[in-house]
């Protein structure tokens, strides 16, 4: 039976090799400590770094989306306040100019990789209790979940998501070790981890759910009260701090929203395709209960077991319905993949391993491990985004000595120190569909710039039409073309 252990947690370990691996294999191309690397790792990613770019320059990091220059801050005050913290003082005592801001904070979100990894093993290692096959595969499952295939280029992206999951395991894991002695620290201590992880992404609310609905299951009347009512008033505290533009956006109130079937479907496929080791375990916890000594009575008896049970019913029912949201993508589950594992070894740990449930959870660490080599070898998936970074360099070569003010089609040239001079038309991602809804935007947005002349050149994709926002490029004329851009500049 041991030999059996033995070789899943061998077998998980193999897994996260492979998945640290394919972490190595991007954070080489991605990253580089010779140049500033300009590579895109993540859809929106050039809206946080021009928020950051103004938090680190002493500028409003929020403002309304429908006014000049039509940019968007859709995350929460601490994800900006930390990286632009963490980039800043890098620059400083670097004495790096502003090509390296991308750098500096895919560096932080790496860190909170490692941090969280050690986290999160810790956590499942005390779930795990005395099960020594449990506890040996506390690390690989770790590894697998913050730099495997789901994660992905999350890990190395400008992103508010792994802030917030790190805040999120830190809370359940500081709740799980005081609560049996010290369970008021315990409850406030997690509170607040609960409120930074809301604080970094405004979605983020799963853990905060779980303690305040776990402590009401266990009628702690207090505690519950006390869990609640911390993490609103941080959020009481940071609306009236933060004023009209951080409340317009963070509380959604400027934020247009789509939802489609396609998408969840094409989330939840991807999920299944990364998270087969977890798929396994939660699986196996149906069974498990039904084996549990002292059945169900036992498990509702179990501190562990039942925060483990509530966190995952509470993410799954968030998470699934909001990853239909257009541009959603397989981030909206991480939360709920860290109840996944912890769930499935809070209740897996607690009776004797079949031959057949170890096999199972081995067959799922076997099949990550040939996605992740797949990915390696180029069969599937992405491990280069070096492509970005040559033509984001090439094209800021040819926009640096045009007339200002210039407009450019592409958002991540309009970023500070491609576009050298304000105002900067970082486009929200929102812009779009707002515009196709009939949204009011200052002076027309960007078509009613381009049609009053207030732009001295626009550059937009080479061969492209020169109509930009539904409108003509009438007061324009094209001067040039370079890197796969045709110049257009204004005619007195």
Request: glycine content about 8%; aromatic content about 14%; hydrophobic content about 55%.
């Amino acid at each position: 039976m041991r030999s059996r252990g033995a070789t899943v947690v061998w077998m998980g370990w193999a897994a996260a090799a492979c998945a640290l691996l394919l972490m190595a294999v991007r954070v080489t191309d991605a990253l580089s400590l010779r140049q500033p690397m300009q590579a895109i790792t993540s859809g929106a990613e050039f809206e946080a770094l021009f928020a950051i770019w103004k938090f680190i320059n002493g500028e409003a990091v929020y403002q309304d989306p429908y006014r000049i220059p039509f940019a968007a801050s859709y995350y929460n005050w601490l994800f900006y306040a930390f990286y632009g913290a963490f980039a800043g003082l890098g620059q400083k005592l670097l004495g790096l100019n502003d090509w390296w801001l991308p750098t500096l904070t895919k560096v932080a979100t790496l860190s909170l990789c490692a941090a969280g990894s050690a986290l999160l093993a810790r956590l499942l290692r005390l779930v795990a209790g005395d099960s020594g096959f449990w506890r040996d595969l506390a690390w690989p499952l770790s590894l697998c979940f913050f730099f495997g295939p789901l994660i992905g280029y999350w890990a190395i992206a400008v992103t508010c998501e792994l802030g917030a999951v790190v805040s999120a395991v830190a809370a359940l894991l500081v709740f799980l070790r005081w609560y049996p002695t010290r369970p008021t620290a315990a409850t406030v201590a997690a509170a607040l981890l609960a409120a930074a992880a809301w604080s970094f992404k405004q979605s983020n609310i799963f853990v905060g759910a779980t303690l305040f609905l776990f402590l009401l299951v266990r009628r702690q009347w207090r505690l519950a009260a006390l869990s609640l009512a911390i993490p609103v008033a941080v959020v009481g505290f940071s609306g009236w701090i933060g004023g009209q533009a951080y409340r317009d956006m963070a509380f959604l109130k400027k934020q247009t929203m789509f939802f489609a079937w396609w998408q969840l479907g094409r989330n939840l496929g991807n999920l299944l395709v990364k998270t087969t080791p977890y798929l396994a375990m939660v699986a196996l916890i149906p069974v498990a209960l039904s084996r549990l000594p002292g059945g169900l009575r036992a498990a509702w008896r179990d501190d562990r077991l039942l925060l483990a049970l509530i966190g995952l019913g509470v993410s799954a029912v968030l998470s699934i319905p909001a990853s239909a949201k257009t541009a959603a993508a397989e981030n909206y589950y991480f939360v709920m993949v860290v109840f996944m594992i912890f769930a499935g070894i809070a209740t897996l740990a607690r009776v004797e391993p079949m031959p057949w449930t170890r096999r199972l959870v081995g067959a799922g660490f076997a099949l990550y491990a040939v996605a992740c080599l797949l990915v390696v070898a180029g069969v599937t998936g992405v491990t280069s985004v070096a492509d970005s970074h040559r033509r984001n360099v090439e094209q800021a070569a040819c926009i640096k000595d045009v007339a200002r003010p210039l407009y450019i089609n592409d958002v991540h040239l309009s970023l500070p120190w491609f576009a050298l001079e304000g105002p900067y038309f970082v486009l929200a991602t929102i812009y779009w569909e707002d515009r196709q809804l009939g949204m009011t935007f200052e002076r027309d947005g960007v078509g009613g710039l381009i049609r009053d002349g207030a732009f001295a050149t626009i550059a937009i994709g080479v061969g492209a039409e020169p109509v930009w926002d539904g409108q003509h490029f009438d007061r324009y004329q094209k001067t040039s073309s370079c890197g796969g851009l045709d110049l257009y500049s204004r005619q007195n």
